[in-house]
């Protein structure tokens, strides 16, 4: 193995002096882009789960119908983003690298504080795509060692984080998903009912938001989810999603705008 006596922890900083040219440049026209919409995260009593609906738009148009803009960042923690899905994706996985790197130099894995951190400074650098419009907002999630319980933090253009204690949304339904998950969260659900919290959530956003995809039964495409607890981050199978996006959708037939609290 060669030893690289001047590598940076950063995989970034180390690209930026021997290569400089590898990383992502700001576009200078205006072509139309495909953006990603809806992530929606929540703690559960074991940990923290993570949903995204698949549509990608471009304008008015639906670019794609089965994106995915959920991803493990490494084996404890998530991404999900919003945005122009091209630097979305880009980003991620320079996210991705940026945390191997560190750990195979320095011997031992960021934080989750240090992972959160560096994921804002990779936004931060994005800064000036974003005022020309190439907006990339993520939701990191992710089981932390140190303190025992899952974790949530939401971002804002210039790479601020902001921890999140109950939920959390991102994207062009994310305010429709707040309002459902406001009625709907429970912080001592397992994780069935806090994906099941989630995907109504998705519902609701796709209700209003026609940037937003809901549980498409008929093309049998629904919203990709992932967990984070102590055992680790895991992929829901697409059966189980079906099987709760069924029963949700089985349910709205009698209530199409889904299950009713008590006002008192």
Not at 132 to 140: A, Y
Not at 226 to 249: C, F, K, N, P, T
Request: charged share 25%; glycine share 10%; no cysteine.
């Amino acid at each position: 193995m060669t030893h690289l006596p001047d590598a940076s922890p950063s995989f970034v900083e180390y690209l930026r002096r021997v290569a400089p040219d590898t990383l992502p440049r700001v576009a200078t026209d205006a072509l139309p882009a495909v953006h990603g919409t809806t992530i929606v995260a929540a703690r559960y009593r074991d940990g923290v789960v993570m949903a995204g609906d698949r549509r990608a738009t471009m304008g008015s148009a639906i670019a794609m119908r089965d994106i995915e803009k959920v991803f493990s960042a490494d084996e404890q923690s998530i991404i999900g983003v919003a945005g122009v899905a091209g630097v979305a994706i880009e980003l991620v996985r320079l996210f991705q690298v940026e945390l191997e790197h560190f750990e195979k130099v320095e011997g031992v894995g960021l934080s989750f504080d240090g992972k959160a951190n560096r994921l804002g400074a990779l936004i931060r650098g994005n800064l000036t795509q974003a005022m020309q419009g190439l907006v990339v907002l993520p939701l990191f999630i992710g089981w932390d060692d140190r303190a025992d319980r899952g974790r949530m933090f939401s971002y804002d253009a210039t790479g601020g984080r902001y921890e999140e204690q109950e939920y959390t949304t991102v994207g062009s339904g994310a305010a429709f998903a707040r309002g459902a998950l406001k009625k709907l969260y429970d912080p001592e659900a397992d994780e069935r009912a806090a994906v099941a919290a989630l995907l109504q959530s998705l519902y609701d956003a796709a209700d209003d938001d026609s940037a937003t995809s809901g549980l498409d039964l008929t093309r049998g495409i629904f919203p990709l989810v992932m967990r984070a607890s102590a055992d680790g981050v895991a992929r829901w199978s697409e059966a189980g999603v079906r099987e709760l996006a069924e029963a949700i959708v089985a349910a709205r037939a009698g209530r199409p705008d889904g299950p009713r609290g008590y006002a008192l």
